[in-house]
């Protein structure tokens, strides 16, 4: 047997191995009819609740406007200068830039 010969056989036996399959049918599908339920006047849902609108950040709560003008709620950073508020925690304040913490007097 030659090499072609051979080669002319295992392409025959790959095909003969391999037949082609039928794609398969979709049967169609029959609609589900859902059993009419009623509910009950207790499971109705009730109408949302608004809620309130929240207070805005910003310079809105760094500043409060007066008749002489505007007066700051806190006061700016020693180290870091005007400009950088320091937060406010109750028993003390604190700058976010540079994390100096001034104590307050009680």
Not at 12 to 26: G, H, S, Y
Not at 77 to 100: K, L, N, V, W
């Amino acid at each position: 047997m030659t090499m072609a010969e051979k080669k002319t056989e295992k392409a025959a036996v790959k095909k003969e191995e391999k037949p082609k399959e039928k794609p398969l049918e979709k049967l169609p599908e029959k609609p589900v009819e859902k059993a009419a339920v009623e509910k009950p006047a207790e499971e109705i849902k009730e109408k949302k609740v608004e809620k309130p609108k929240k207070k805005q950040k910003g310079a809105y709560s760094r500043y409060k406007v007066e008749e002489r003008g505007f007066v700051r709620l806190r006061p700016f950073c020693e180290r870091c200068g005007p400009g950088y508020f320091m937060a406010d925690h109750g028993d003390r304040y604190t700058c976010g830039h540079c994390g100096f913490t001034r104590y307050k007097k009680s």
